[in-house]
């Protein structure tokens, strides 16, 4: 299982962005970020099939969107409101072929890519 992460970059409050991440194949994917200091946070995160049903943290509810294509092999993270706070590594994740439940655990995805920094000047 292979990750890659693109499309951070610097914005101002109230920017959007959108982060892709390219898989080697469908399997349950999240979203993380690491901020300066701070521990790593689940962002969201998105079962296998097109239409699964996301999952998001508290913190970013309403302003970021998760979705997948899997004819390209991508998961997306639509950034949008984006706040100072929102400054961090993001990291996107997988679970293992087969495995088809969500978890907010990052300790239940043994797979990962390298992260890409947003940063959020106010």
């Known amino acids: 299982v292979q990750l890659q992460a693109s499309g951070g970059g610097l914005v101002q409050a109230g920017d959007s962005l959108r982060l892709s991440c390219a898989t080697s194949g469908s399997y349950v994917t999240a979203w993380f970020r690491r901020a300066p200091g701070k521990e790593r946070e689940f962002v969201a995160a998105?079962?296998?099939?097109?239409?699964?049903?996301?999952s998001y943290g508290d913190p970013v509810k309403g302003r970021f969107t998760i979705s997948r294509d899997n004819t390209k092999n991508t998961v997306y993270l639509q950034m949008g409101d984006l706040k100072p706070e929102d400054t961090a590594v993001y990291y996107c994740?997988?679970?293992?072929?087969?495995?088809?439940?969500?978890?907010?655990?990052?300790?239940?995805?043994?797979?990962w890519g390298q992260g890409t920094q947003v940063t959020v000047s106010s």
């Open positions: 994740a997988a679970r293992g072929p087969r495995i088809t439940v969500i978890s907010y655990s990052s300790r239940q995805y043994p797979f």
């Open positions: 998105i079962p296998q099939m097109n239409n699964g049903r996301p």
